[in-house]
């Protein structure tokens, strides 16, 4: 075996095991909405590793199998098992499934526990703690904190130009447009000990990098006493 040939399994190791723990790793989530998204990639990540092989599978034997044999008796019937069936059926189980998990990413449909409006300007990201009225109990800047196990509704706005809210370990992204509100639900259910960190995921200028933030998870009741005391970090940018 070549060098390289083996040096690859542990090389492979490693570089997934880098994947799967880090601050923004969409393999190690943390809450619900990730978890359907990793499911997901794991998912396709094993279908599309089924495919190759089979595939590869058909040109090794087409390969071993030579000129001298005769051909093919029906052609035709490869063509459209594998080449219409095959992908058709591969597809619709895909929308099937993907669906299916979408209302799952987007949290819609569930009932959020608390609210809080995001708002992204260059390059900052201030953070709302609104009551039920919409009232602001408190505010944080580069910093979120979040109540384990309560579903909380993000409501992204932008002040400047398009910025995108994206935590990797609680879920997908979701654009902050200028003049419009989205909405996001997510929730932290288990992280494992280990740190959680936001991003804006899309370049938005010069100092878009600086657009990270940490998350710190509380207790929930820690939580909203911190928050109905007007957050002890609620400096407004
Ligand atoms: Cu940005």
């Known amino acids: ?10 090389v492979a190791a490693l570089a997934l095991a880098g994947c799967r723990h ?10 619900p909405a990730a978890e359907a998204i990793a499911r997901t990639w794991w998912l ?16 090794v034997y087409a390969l071993l199998r030579g000129r001298n ?8 019937r490869l063509i459209v098992a594998g080449g219409l069936v095959l992908p058709t ?35 900052t990201w201030e953070f709302r703690y609104l ?27 932008s002040e400047d130009v398009v ?8 879920g997908g992204k979701v654009d902050a447009v200028p003049g419009r509100v989205n909405l996001l639900r997510l929730r932290v259910d288990d992280d494992g000990g280990r ?17 990270a933030f940490p998350v710190q998870v509380m207790a929930p009741a820690g939580w909203r006493a911190w928050r109905d005391a007007g957050g002890t970090e609620g400096r407004a940018p």
């Open 44 to 59: 396709m990540a094993g279908g599309a590793a089924a495919i190759w092989l089979l595939v590869m599978g058909c040109v």
């Open 163 to 170: 910025h995108s809210f994206w935590i990797p370990r609680l």
């Open 1 to 10: 075996m070549r060098r390289s040939a083996r040096l690859f399994p542990p």
């Open 131 to 157: 009551d039920d009225a919409g009232r602001v109990l408190a505010r944080s800047a580069d910093v979120l904190y979040l109540p384990r196990g309560e579903m909380v509704e993000f409501r992204v706005v």
């Open 89 to 123: 059926a591969v597809l619709l189980a895909l929308l099937a499934w993907g669906t299916a998990t979408s209302g799952r990413v987007t949290g819609l449909g569930q009932r959020p526990d608390h609210a809080i409006e995001v708002v992204a300007r260059q390059w």
């Open 195 to 211: 740190p959680i960190r936001g991003q804006c995921a899309e370049f938005c200028g010069l100092e878009h990098t600086r657009m």
């Open 69 to 76: 044999t005769r051909a093919l008796r029906n052609p035709q």
């Open 22 to 31: 880090g601050p923004q790793s969409t393999l190690d989530p943390a809450g």
